[in-house]
């Protein structure tokens, strides 16, 4: 149950990131708002890594190198492909093409034999999605004239999920903390080119002079901090669809703060959706706390002879 615990702090965090990331944008660009909010993510980790046991040790990489190297470029990709592609798609389209994730984790765990789905699961799966896309509002959507931008949504989906993937194995010598210190401060490196991409740097000069925005700023990065290991954390004693499955009920969080902090009001089908999303994890659990100790394990929810096909898969 360790693993639920963590994939609930998941989704608290990333709702509250999420909540002030809307407020961030309004003094800052993309660009500017990852590379400013990750130097106080990379300043808070660092600092965390170095001050409990074992120190900078826990930053050798030996073997792993290769592997942090290719979740940091991965993680570049992912950033450079979700926000380029507003410039060819609608933020409506992306909210709702980005959740393809999960049946990308479906199909990578399933071709590898890295992970084992049941039909009870499988069948839960289909309803949370459809109540995802009634709370966030998607069910009106016209993609005519968007193709190229949701290819990238799509294209981004697709390596976040192939990434999870990456982490999970990195995971098995490596501390969440360090991990997250890692992806985080290589792949800053992807909002560094966004800054040249938008080319607006008179509007982030004009905001370093509001003491206000370098706080939000500041602020989205620590939580951002907190967040990212607790990922790490389920990612490394849950399978990846289940963690994936979980982040479905950031938006139904999102719109709970929206609804608390600035009188957002839901539809009734949106309460629906949330329902339908809440209910389906409810059931998740059920499945998981009655599930044989034979089919699940601590580091992915499958079987022994998928632990046996995941050493001998390119991804173990």
């Known amino acids: 149950m360790q693993g639920i615990a963590f994939a609930l702090l998941t989704v608290l965090t990333t709702a509250a990131w999420t909540l002030l990331l809307r407020h961030v944008l309004e003094s800052w660009s993309v660009g500017w708002a990852g590379v400013l909010s990750r130097m106080v993510t990379v300043a808070f980790l660092g600092a965390w890594v170095l001050a409990r046991g074992g120190g900078w040790r826990r930053l050798r990489c030996g073997e792993l190198r290769g592997w942090v190297l290719l979740m940091s470029a991965v993680s570049i990709a992912i950033n450079l492909l979700l926000f380029g592609s507003l410039k060819y798609t609608t933020a409506t389209h992306q909210a709702l093409l980005f ?3 999960l049946l990308f984790a479906l199909l990578i765990g399933g071709a590898l034999g890295l992970e084992r789905i049941r039909a009870g699961e499988l069948f839960l799966l289909p309803v949370m999605l459809a109540g995802m896309v009634l709370v966030t509002g998607n069910s009106n959507l016209q993609f005519r004239g968007h193709w190229i931008g949701d290819l990238m949504v799509i294209g981004a989906a697709f390596f ?13 010598r490596m501390d969440a903390e360090a991990t997250a210190l890692y992806n985080h401060a290589l792949s800053t490196l992807g909002f560094v080119v966004l800054i040249f991409m938008e080319g607006n740097s008179g509007s982030a000069l004009r905001a370093l002079q509001r003491p206000q925005a370098l706080i939000s700023a500041a602020t989205l990065g620590l939580i951002a901090a907190i967040s990212l290991p607790f990922y790490y954390a389920a990612l490394h004693r849950m399978a990846v669809w289940k963690v994936r499955a979980w982040m479905l009920a950031t938006p139904v969080v999102t719109a709970a703060g929206e609804w608390l902090l600035w009188k957002t009001r839901l539809s009734p089908l949106q309460w629906l959706g949330a329902a339908m999303v809440l209910g389906g994890l409810g059931v998740l659990i059920a499945m998981e706390s009655h599930a044989p ?3 699940s394990s601590s580091d992915g929810g499958g079987t022994t002879a998928a632990k046996e096909t995941q050493s001998k898969s390119p991804l173990g």
């Not at 976040?160 to 098995?172: E, G, T």
């Open 160 to 172: 976040f999920a192939a990434n999870a993937f990456v982490i999970q194995r990195i995971l098995r």
């Open 293 to 295: 100790p034979a089919t």
């Open 99 to 101: 959740r393809t994730d």
